[in-house]
């Protein structure tokens, strides 16, 4: 089964860091570029960061460049978000997602994990 | 970045209804254009990419229109599974942007 499993998410004070996990299973995970998407509470979704299957394209949203960082270990099928300097606004759902490239070139978000609760309160 | 405006917010439908829901870019982005759905306190769910093409298994009461930078999510004859919140996304260019949601609930 093709799946995607989160971790790591917790109460932290502001100021504060967390890393985040995301363990893939079922399908090449050195294959896909891979994604991570929060929502707040009551909120829509936003994209966060993104991975290359090599490492070798990052791309991060606005609101965390400078204090969140996207990582992989292929070898261990697994993704990683390390948050640093986290304020309120960063709690939120965060989801792990697989991006598929289609033949036709187009690319979306195919397979997500569950999400992971991350709050930050003093 | 590319910003994505969705409408309406919200709307009331009765079962059997058809609704559209309407996606606009900031500027073109080439039916790099994806909806997805979400239930409450669940991960969202791809239906649609490239602007119009079904995703696998999703049922072809969902179809996707538009080109450029308007674009239509459409569902044919509503099923009561069919009342979540739909999302757009562009994926033309980084930041990967999403519309804010459109509400589907049942009248």
């Known amino acids: 089964e093709v799946q995607l499993v989160e971790s790591g998410g917790g109460l932290v004070k502001p100021g504060g860091s967390l890393r985040l996990s995301c363990a893939a299973s079922?399908?090449?995970?050195?294959?896909?570029?891979m994604n991570w998407v929060r929502q707040a509470p009551g909120k829509g979704l936003e994209w966060v960061t993104s991975i290359s299957t090599g490492s070798s394209y990052i791309y991060y949203a606005d609101s965390v460049k400078g204090r969140f960082a996207i990582s992989r270990d292929n070898a261990k099928n697994s993704l990683f978000l390390q948050m640093n300097s986290l304020r309120a606004e960063d709690t939120a759902v965060y989801y792990c997602a697989r991006v598929h490239i289609y033949s036709s070139g187009w690319s979306a978000s195919d397979i997500w994990g569950q999400g992971t609760m991350v709050t930050v309160s003093s | 970045d590319i910003q994505m405006t969705q409408s309406p917010s919200s709307l009331s439908a009765s079962v059997g209804d058809s609704v559209t829901i309407t996606c606009r870019a900031s500027q073109s982005i080439n039916n790099y254009l994806n909806w997805f759905q979400q239930k409450p306190g669940k991960a969202p769910k791809l239906l649609i990419y490239g602007a119009s093409i079904l995703q696998r298994g999703v049922p072809s009461r969902f179809s996707g229109g538009g080109s450029g930078a308007d674009f239509t999510l459409t569902i044919n004859s509503l099923q009561p599974e069919d009342f979540a919140t739909y999302f757009c996304?562009?994926?033309?260019?980084?930041?990967?942007?999403f519309g804010q949601g459109t509400r589907v609930e049942i009248k």
């Open positions: 996304q562009q994926t033309y260019t980084p930041p990967w942007t």
């Open positions: 079922g399908f090449t995970f050195s294959s896909y570029t």
